[in-house]
T-cell receptor, first 114, second 115 residues
Framework: AQKVTQAQTEISVVEKEDVTLDCVYE???????LFWYKQPPSGELVFLIR??????QNEISGRYSWNFQKSTSSFNFTITASQVVDSAVYFC???????????FGTGTRLKVLA | NAGVTQTPKFQVLKTGQSMTLQCAQD?????MYWYRQDPGMGLRLIYY???????DKGEVPNGYNVSRLNKREFSLRLESAAPSQTSVYFC??????????????FGDGTRLSIL
């Protein structure tokens, strides 16, 4: 069975601190995609990044970086020098290759304090 | 570019009432999805439609029905609303012809309260 675990329910940091959000997944498929979404207080879901199972290169986009490790089935998300605007709920999701459905984690609420 | 549009944004119902949540996308996507979001439970799939004319159950389909009216529209119906269906509902669409790597695009959600 496929599963996504985000063990951190809520994280609080002070502005300018670095923070890492953990995502651990389970799947028997050899081809799959992982995604991160951001849900700010306004409620919409914003796509951040996707990563396929054959590409283990880390990715950096500004203050955001993602570390994908197949050996540990993890796809962690780091925000460097956090800002108040980063306060949101962040979801990790795994794409089912047969049906294109997503399996979502339960989300991590990040609070960045000024 | 509107993307995925959900109506209404807010609704309050009494137990037993029926209601249809509407969703439309203008991105020519073939797959559409309905999720519910509850505190501490993430997003759970209710129903999805892989292509026009097909619908399938997701993780939590009980108490809901769906209709894929055409390629653009995918509606979710509560026939007899129950307080347990109080939630935020999200519609999403995806271009599956582009493969697994295409992200789902989400609407802004419908906040539904059942009294």
């Amino acid at each position: 069975a496929q599963k996504v675990t985000q063990a951190q329910t809520e994280i609080s940091v002070v502005e300018k601190e670095d923070v890492t959000l953990d995502c651990v997944y389970e799947t028997r498929d050899t081809t799959y995609y992982l995604f991160w979404y951001k849900q700010p207080p306004s409620g919409e879901l914003v796509f951040l990044i996707r990563r396929n199972s054959f590409d283990e290169q880390n990715e950096i986009s500004g203050r955001y970086s993602w570390n994908f490790q197949k050996s540990t089935s993890s796809f962690n998300f780091t925000i460097t020098a956090s800002q108040v605007v980063d306060s949101a709920v962040y979801f990790c999701a795994l794409s089912d290759p047969g049906t294109y459905k997503y399996i979502f984690g339960t989300g991590t609420r990040l609070k960045v304090l000024a | 570019n509107a993307g995925v549009t959900q109506t209404p944004k807010f609704q309050v119902l009494k137990t037993g009432q029926s209601m249809t949540l509407q969703c439309a996308q203008d991105m020519n996507h073939n797959s559409m999805y309905w999720y519910r979001q509850d505190p501490g439970m993430g997003l759970r799939l209710i129903y999805y439609s892989a292509s026009e004319g097909t619908t399938d159950k997701g993780e939590v389909p009980n108490g809901y029905n769906v209709s894929r009216l055409n390629k653009r529209e995918f509606s979710l119906r509560l026939e007899s609303a129950a307080p347990s269906q109080t939630s935020v509902y999200f519609c999403a669409s995806k271009n599956t012809l582009g493969g697994l790597n295409q992200p789902q695009h989400f609407g802004d959600g419908t906040r539904l309260s059942i009294l």
